[in-house]
Structures are given as C-alpha cells and as structure tokens.
C-alpha cells in the first residue's frame, strides 16, 4: 500500500498557486519524496523528488516539513494544463518499484 | 528531451491470444520497468529490469508474463494466453540507476476481447 495520504481532490483558478498537501508520518530517513502526475490517458510524470531540503525545478517547488512528515508541491501559476491527477510517493533511493496510491485530482479553473 | 516511447498505443487481441507490447527507454538508462492500470484503477507495478534479468516483480507478473530486451534499444513485455482481465493500459518506464526518477512512456492500451 501507498505510504502517503492526499485528498482526493482540489480546484484550484487558473493563474494562482496551486498548493496540493501530502501527508507522510511513517517516512523513514533513507526514503524521498516524489511527485508525479499523470494528465487524461498519458503516462505518469515525473515533476519533483526531494530528501529533506525544499527543492525547485521548472516545473513546480517542493516544500518537506522539518520533521519531513508532510510536504506540499507548489505550482506557482497554474494554467488548464495542469489539470491532472498528482500522486505523492515515498520510495527508498534504491528501492525498484513505485507504489502509486490514488492521488489528488486537481481541476484547474478558468 | 528523451523520451520513453511505446508502440503500439492500441492493441486490440483475441482472448487466449499472445501478445507483445514494445519499448524503446531513454537511450542511457539502465532500469527498465513496466506498470498497468486497469480502467479506473491505480498504477501497478508489474517487473523491474536490470542487467538482463528481472530484479523485482510483482503478484500480477505470473507465468503468463514475460519480459527481454532483445537488443541494446528495445524492451518488451510478452502475455501468453491473454484473458479478460489483462485488458488495461501498460506503461513502460526507464532509469538512469536506481533511485533516479522513473521517466514513463504513454502507454499501450490493450483490449482483449
């Protein structure tokens, strides 16, 4: 099973931050924090991974509470493309398999 | 950007049929895995790939499955004998080394009728 819990959905207007929460209290400290997504009848994609440090990319910002129970990935201006289901993972650095819980759908508003 | 592609995007087989989906990964990577997700359902983890051998598999990956990448680009996924159940989209994704992020192609839907 998934070792990350993160609403079922969100909406978020287009134009604003989007903000979508993840919850990981049994993290150990070996193991990272990604974040795919996957957009209508595509695959999954990648979009951020991080250790304990926030981290920034082009695409989006991943904020890890100090304690790393929780993290938030940010898209700073989100547009109807980001429509998408986003999935919070935690996986060891050399683990194989990515477990995919369900995910947040996030609907992006005009 | 390299990309992971995967042909066909749609197969359509007869119950108790074979069947190959194929995969060409990110040229320099070096794990290769494979993922289903029935209609409505969550992805799930199928095989893992490295060094010519499969590292890890999963529940699903039983004796109706196989995987081989028979050449230095290609990596496929062979069902002997599909049924019902097997119809779903299978996306195949590759590594640089493990723990690097999995990059994904956008799947082959089959149907099996």
């Known amino acids: 099973d998934a070792k990350t819990t993160q609403p079922p959905s969100m909406d978020c207007a287009e134009g604003r931050a989007a903000n979508l929460p993840c919850n990981h209290s049994?993290?150990?400290?070996?193991?990272?924090v990604y974040w795919y997504r996957q957009i209508h009848s595509q695959g999954p994609q990648y979009i951020i991974h991080?250790?304990?440090n926030n981290e920034t990319n082009e695409m989006a910002s991943l904020i890890i509470t100090e304690d790393r129970k929780s993290s938030t990935l940010i898209l700073p201006h989100a547009t109807l493309r980001d429509t998408a289901v986003y999935y919070c993972i935690v996986r060891g650095y050399r683990d194989d398999k990515i477990i995919f819980g369900k995910g947040t759908r996030l609907h992006i508003l005009p | 950007e390299p990309e992971v592609t995967q042909t066909p995007s749609h197969q359509v087989t007869q119950m108790g049929q074979e069947v190959i989906l194929r995969c060409v990964p990110i040229?320099?990577?070096?794990?290769f895995y494979w993922y289903r997700q029935i209609l409505g359902q969550k992805v799930e983890f199928l095989v893992s790939f490295y060094n010519n051998e499969i590292s890890e598999k999963s529940e699903i990956f039983d004796d109706q499955f196989s995987v081989e990448r028979p050449d230095g680009s290609n990596f496929t996924l062979k069902i002997r004998s599909t049924k019902l159940e097997d119809s779903a989209m299978y996306f195949c994704?590759?590594?640089?080394?493990?723990?690097?992020?999995?990059?994904f192609g956008d799947g082959t839907r089959l149907s099996i009728l």
């Open positions: 991080g250790l304990k």
């Open positions: 040229s320099n990577h070096l794990y």
């Open positions: 049994t993290i150990s400290g070996n193991e990272y």
């Open positions: 994704a590759s590594s640089g080394e493990g723990g690097q992020p999995q990059h």
